[in-house]
């Protein structure tokens, strides 16, 4: 539904006194706020919603409105608002500026979870799609007992019609994900550093949505494959939504943009056989060593985490943050887990994609559910933009970590998701992000495989949702909303505004100190070392661990050609000749 706004008078729970405020109702969330595009004071979920209720003028206020006494008079247009909060309740109470916005609220307002028409078989009646009672959902308008169906039975159509419908094209990569709502609090203070809204305060909450997935696989896969795992963290904050996207990992298999699809072509079907294809994969792994790295990483341990949540998040990519004196500092996400981490060896992720093909989607759900609410803390690493050129390393290179020594994590407060979606399809699969969602205070970088990425991700939607996908609930900001792109289009639920615009007023929150260039347009190619961060990395693993890597890249490289296997080994060697040489032993090991 499109969001309901309005300023209303909201009695203050703690001073007792009227206050203004700037409210904003979407689908699942009543907020307000100091004024419009004003700072967030408050929410009320719209599921705890018990009652909504116009209130007489003169009327004296409940016990649970505020605390302060005496409890004063009400004036004209109030309605009240009771709402479950903690064991008991809390009454909210508001003042309209007439009858006729006070009875837009209440209406609007009204609680209505759980009594939607359910099916004939639960007691309900089943309508269709206007509200018109089903005749009978189970047998089809024929012309007598055994002549044809009617094509006057348009209850029947409607019902095939939708059916025929109900899937969008999955996504390319991340196809099979899970979700969840929650809420991040912002615990130290980097406002030094960014003049983002949302983290300009100790103490400060927003809501947020993640989606976890695989990356590799079709929707059908199963969730406890060696694979990366996507993580797609959404802020809605008061200044819009900001959408941080990257892995469970914090670098990736490549850093140039052009080599994205060829590089995800891999690692899906042979367009022949339609098999998974292990020699396509370590043929382009060992023709790009910037991809060890990544490799390194998915072959270890942590290729196969037992759930989403036990297992760290990153942004990946690096971006960067803009302070109220309009400097640049570039940084990176990180989202350590509070639980630990977890993982299966193949062994025992065999005998659970055996066993359940949901496991990761059913230990989220079942988690939340049961009040086990799954914490992240969030870390950022902070570069100076003037450091840019002055690292033994790009900065920019999605292949590559910045050393913690350099660059060390600096705490930002945590994530908990606390609640599950009411609905998958509207919710996660419908679920649209993009590196492109930034706020004031925020912003990208030079990485090139971002830059790309900041088309690709709302491209892809365009194809998937259509034009006016951030309309859809779960995508639509918490913030008023003054857009003039939201006039038309398929699945249009936008109020129209004045299209416009004085071309003379600038936002000054959301721009950007000039970036620095320099150098010749090209098709520059990166010389690098990209072998010593992997071999560091191999070097801190464990005789076990190590062992547990030689064996995992062994059995992946089953059936790959030999000269294939001899230039990946080379490339091992070169990280650290340890590594080649427990490959190759786990290889004969393998062959006897």
């Not at 980097?190 to 079709?218: C, D, N, P, Q």
């Not at 003054?482 to 398929?490: D, E, F, I, L, V």
């Amino acid at each position: 539904m499109a969001p309901i706004t309005g300023l209303l008078t909201k009695l203050g729970y703690k001073s007792g006194k009227w206050q203004p405020r700037y409210f904003v109702l979407d689908e699942n969330v009543l907020r307000y706020f100091t004024e419009f595009n004003g700072q967030q004071k408050g929410e009320i979920v719209v599921s705890t919603i018990m009652k909504v209720e116009k209130v007489a003028p003169g009327s004296q206020l409940s016990v649970d409105a505020c605390t302060t006494s005496p409890k004063k008079p009400i004036g004209p247009h109030a309605f009240r608002i009771v709402a479950k909060s903690g064991k008991g309740t809390r009454s909210f109470y508001i003042l309209a500026p007439s009858d006729e916005e006070r009875n837009k609220w209440v209406r609007s307002l009204q609680p209505t979870r759980g009594t939607e028409p359910k099916r004939v078989a639960e007691g309900g009646v089943t309508t269709s799609k206007n509200g018109a009672p089903i005749a009978d959902e189970q047998y089809a308008l024929r012309a007598g007992k055994m002549g044809p169906v009617l094509l006057q039975d348009w209850q029947l159509l409607e019902k095939h019609q939708h059916f025929n419908r109900e899937r969008i094209p999955e996504r390319v990569v991340h196809a099979k994900g899970s979700g969840a709502y929650g809420v991040f609090t912002v615990t130290q203070d980097i406002s030094e550093f960014t003049k983002a809204a949302f983290l300009g305060e100790v103490g400060k909450k927003s809501e947020v949505f993640f989606r976890f997935s695989t990356v590799a696989g079709e929707m059908g896969a199963a969730d406890a494959e060696r694979d990366v795992r996507g993580t797609a963290m959404r802020f809605y904050t008061e200044e819009g939504n900001l959408d941080i996207v990257g892995n469970n990992t914090p670098v990736f298999f490549l850093r140039d943009p052009a080599l994205f699809p060829d590089f995800v072509h891999t690692q899906k079907r042979d367009v022949r056989s339609n098999l998974r294809d292990n020699a396509a994969a370590w043929k382009y792994w060992s023709d790009h060593p910037e991809s060890l790295h990544q490799v390194t990483i998915l072959m270890s341990d942590r290729g196969i985490p037992q759930t989403y949540r036990h297992m760290n998040c990153y942004g990946s990519h690096t971006l960067s943050f803009i302070n109220k004196e309009n400097q640049r500092f570039y940084c990176k996400w990180h989202f350590k887990t509070q639980q630990g981490h977890k993982h299966y060896t193949n062994a025992e992720a065999s005998v659970v994609v055996g066993r359940d093909r949901e496991s990761a989607q059913r230990d989220l759900f079942n988690s939340i559910e049961k009040g086990e609410f799954p914490r992240w803390t969030v870390f950022v690493q902070i570069m100076p933009e003037d450091d840019v050129g002055t690292t033994p390393f790009d900065p920019f290179d999605l292949t590559k970590v910045w050393p913690h020594k350099l660059y060390p994590l600096r705490e930002v407060g945590f994530v908990e998701l606390n609640r599950n979606p009411d609905n998958y399809f509207a919710e996660v699969e419908s679920s649209a992000f993009s590196p492109a969602n930034i706020v004031p205070g925020t912003g990208h970088s030079p990485d090139p495989v971002l830059q790309v990425r900041l088309f690709s991700y709302g491209n892809t939607q365009l194809y998937r949702l259509g034009v006016n996908a951030h309309n859809l609930p779960v995508n639509r900001a918490r913030c008023p909303l003054h857009n003039t792109q939201m006039r038309a289009g398929r699945g249009c639920m936008g109020a129209m505004i004045d299209a416009n615009f004085d071309p003379a007023r600038e936002m000054q929150s959301m721009r950007e100190p000039p970036l620095k260039i320099n150098g010749d347009a090209d098709r520059h190619v990166t010389v690098a070392d990209d072998y010593e961060q992997p071999g560091n990395l191999f070097r801190i693993f464990n005789d076990e661990h190590k062992q547990r890597l030689f064996n995992n890249i062994a059995e992946a490289m089953d059936g790959v050609p030999r000269e294939i296997v001899e230039k990946q080994l080379q490339h091992f060697e070169q990280a650290d000749p340890e590594y080649a040489t427990g490959v190759r032993k786990a290889l004969q090991s393998m062959a006897q």
